[in-house]
Nanobody, 122 residues
């Protein structure tokens, strides 16, 4: 399984961005796909995941939306009302057997994309 993330960039606070994670090697419907992020000097943190239903970190709930396009084998992260604290490198991750209680844990995922950088200026 290979993941290719893209869509990052430099935006202003309040703007929107849409990240994409193209998956090859297995259909997305058979995977749990998640987005994590790592800000400079901070640990990696969970952002959102999609199994049967979406799950979000409290810090992004109501602003970010994770979705899946099975036809394109791609998972998206629509980010609205961006804040400077959303600045980070965003990674998509995939796992075949991630259970619901483990969806927010990075080590539960077998496959990782290369990351795409998001910078939000104030």
């Amino acid at each position: 399984v290979q993941l290719q993330a893209c869509g990052g960039g430099l935006v202003r606070a309040g703007d929107s961005l849409k990240l994409s994670c193209a998956v090859s090697g297995r259909t997305v419907s058979r995977l749990v796909i998640a987005w994590f992020r790592q800000a400079p000097g901070k640990e990696r943190e969970f952002v959102a995941a999609f199994k049967s239903n979406p799950s979000y970190a409290d810090s992004v709930k109501g602003r970010f939306t994770i979705s899946r396009d099975s036809a394109k084998n791609t998972v998206y992260l629509q980010m609205n009302s961006l804040k400077p604290e959303d600045t980070a490198v965003y990674y998509c991750a995939a796992g075949a057997g991630v259970i619901l209680s483990n969806m927010r844990n990075g080590p539960a995922y077998n496959y990782w994309g290369q990351g795409t950088e998001v910078t939000v200026s104030s």
